[in-house]
Each structure stands twice: as structure tokens, then as C-alpha cells.
């Protein structure tokens, strides 16, 4: 990002570039899927950037949501370039529950996805904030619709009007929540088979350690990136939003409809036995897997904060030790003066 940022990016060119200083495979993305911080001419947003630098490099450590099996190769080019001192790899934070628990939990959505079948249930959210235009959650509806697969679908806008008599054809097939929802305990349950995700990063740690596949639908700031390295590094899923789709861009008002016959092609195509869905979930699962294995006792991320708190400990006593000899030099300092006077 830093490489990036000296770059000069900006306007809302179609060229492709390379995330410079990134290990193997490359990662592109076009300049209009960069954060916009990242393509601005505003010195505000480059000053913040500067800043965030600064205080990386000076600070004891970078303690990042990650596991080692997931990113480790990322985070040791943070050390090697000199970003910053050192890091510890502490997540993923928040495990989803076991499936089992999670049909614990009482809530109307979970006792819905008692009702259907393994892995048969698409899940839809983006996010708390990223905004989803009214004429796109209307295609959404009817895409899903059209999919003819069973659907979980969070719906931030409590304005929304669902298209005429939709509620009615989708019947029991299709639940829509407006209000919050138990995602961790949704990912978890067996009957979801995939995740249509907005790729914010806590989704992204969710359903690595549910071990759910993804159709990856990006909207904002760094979710192009997260969405290029899910599917093109990782591979655990694929884009729902493909190119010629529309606009792809961080800039919500530069984005095309992302029509309903495509939003049913993808859905459909994924959820099939042995389609994309299918593959992806493979891999998934053997990283949820190193996801568990890196938070429990002995493990990588568990390793990880324990040496966290061991370098603040550390320096805490070493922060009072200095202090404390600060406070005896200056009383020392003061009597003497007193003595001599």
C-alpha cells in the first residue's frame, strides 16, 4: 500500500496494475478498484498515509487479525521491507461456534437453516456500512429469485421494497433479515453451502474459519484486494461480479446494475454438485482447519500472543526502569543543589 500510495495513482483510469513488493502470485487490480486514499490528489488523505507509516516503524510491533498459514508470506515482507519492527499473527479473534452449538443459538434465521439440507443455503450480507443502491437490491432479489436456491439474505435498508409479489413466489425458500444477524453462527451452521460477501476482512477471517466458499461481491475501500486474494490466491471462491458486468470501482456512484440474470448464472453455477462451489469449498475447509489448529493451545496465533504480552511486559518494565532512574537522577540532581547552595 505504501508503494501504491508513492505512486501517484489516481483519476478513474481502466489500466491494471501490479501491487508492488507482494510475494507470488502477482496481485492486479485496475486503479478505479483501489482505495480511494490510494488514487487521490488530496494531500490530506497522503498525510494520513505518511503518518501511518511513521508511527508503524516506530511503534514495538503490529499485532494483525491473521494466522500464519493464512498470510504469514505478507506479513514477513512488513518486517523485511522495514515497515515495521515486528509482528504478531493473533487471529483468527472471534472462531465460529462448533455446528452443533450453533443450533443452540434461538434464533428464527438458525431455526429456518435447521429446516434445509447440507451446504444448500446461499448466505448474503455486505457489511454494515458499504451502501447497496435500491435499484441493485432489487435485481438481487430477483436474481435470487431466478437461482432457484434456497437463500439467508441480511438487507441493511429497512427501507427496501421488495419487487411485487417476490415474497410470495420465494415463500420458505428465502429469508430476508433487516436487522442484525448471528453471521458467525450462520457461517457455521451445516446447511450453508456458500457466502456472498462484500470481502471486509472480518468476513474474510469468518468464513476461512467456518470454512464456508465465497462469491465475492466488493464495494469499498481495500474489499478489491481482499477479493483478488480470496479468489486468485487462496482460491476459495469466485467473483460473483465479473468483468463486463459493470463498473468495478470503490466510488459507489461510478457502478453499473449488476443485472439479475447474472446474479442467478453465478448463484446457480456455484451451488451446483460438482461446480466452482464445490472445488473452493475443499480448500476452504483444510484452511478453517489451520485456523482452529492456529488459535488453540501450542498453536501458531496462540504462540503469537503469548509473545505479544511477554515484548509489553518487557517493555513496560523497562519504560518504568527508565522512568524510575529519570525521577533518582533528578532528586539526586536537587540535593546536591541544596548542599552546595
Not at 498525510?47 to 498470510?71: I, M, Y
Not at 444448500?120 to 451502501?131: K, Q
Not at 453465478?266 to 462451489?277: C, D, H, L, S, Y
Amino acid at each position: 500500500m505504501l508503494n501504491l500510495l508513492s505512486a501517484g495513482l489516481h483519476g478513474t483510469t481502466d489500466e491494471t496494475v501490479t501491487v508492488p513488493g507482494f510475494p507470488s502470485p502477482d496481485l492486479r487490480v485496475r486503479v478505479t478498484e483501489l482505495p480511494e486514499f490510494l488514487r487521490t490528489e488530496k494531500v490530506i488523505d497522503r498525510s494520513t498515509g505518511d503518518r501511518t507509516a511513521l508511527a508503524q516503524k516506530r511503534c514495538l510491533g503490529l499485532a494483525v487479525n491473521t494466522f500464519f498459514d493464512l498470510e504469514h508470506r505478507y506479513c514477513d515482507m512488513w518486517v523485511g521491507n522495514g515497515y515495521v519492527k515486528r509482528t504478531y499473527l493473533v487471529g483468527p479473534l472471534l472462531l465460529p461456534l462448533p455446528s452443533a452449538g450453533a443450533s443452540t443459538i434461538d434464533s428464527p434465521c438458525i431455526r429456518w437453516l435447521d429446516t434445509k439440507l447440507a451446504q444448500s443455503v446461499v448466505y448474503l450480507c455486505f457489511g454494515t456500512w458499504a451502501h447497496v443502491s435500491k435499484a441493485q437490491l432489487h435485481e438481487l432479489a430477483l436474481g435470487l429469485e431466478a437461482s432457484e436456491k434456497p437463500f439467508l439474505w441480511v438487507v441493511r435498508d429497512s427501507t427496501w421494497t421488495p419487487p411485487e409479489g417476490w415474497k410470495e413466489r420465494v415463500g420458505d425458500k428465502g429469508v430476508v433479515i433487516t436487522g442484525w444477524a448471528p453471521q458467525t453462527a450462520i457461517l457455521a451452521h451445516p446447511a450453508v453451502g456458500a457466502f456472498v460477501t462484500h470481502c471486509g476482512w472480518n468476513a474474510v477471517l469468518e468464513t476461512v474459519a467456518a470454512g464456508v466458499p465465497v462469491l465475492t461481491w466488493p464495494m469499498v475501500v481495500e474489499q478489491f484486494i481482499n477479493e483478488r486474494f480470496m479468489t486468485e490466491v487462496l482460491a476459495i471462491g469466485e467473483r460473483l461480479w465479473p468483468e463486463g458486468a459493470g463498473v468495478r470501482s470503490t466510488r459507489s456512484e461510478e457502478h453499473e446494475l449488476v443485472p439479475a440474470a447474472a446474479v442467478a448464472r453465478a448463484v446457480a453455477k456455484f451451488m451446483e454438485p460438482e461446480g466452482p462451489g464445490h472445488m473452493a469449498r475443499s480448500r476452504v475447509k483444510e484452511l478453517s482447519a489451520k485456523a482452529k489448529a492456529a488459535m488453540a493451545e501450542g498453536g501458531s496465533s496462540h504462540r503469537d500472543l503469548r509473545r505479544l504480552i511477554d515484548d509489553l511486559m518487557e517493555g513496560r518494565e523497562a519504560a518504568v526502569a527508565e522512568t524510575s532512574m529519570f525521577v533518582e537522577t533528578k532528586m539526586a540532581r536537587e540535593i546536591w543543589h541544596f548542599l552546595v547552595r
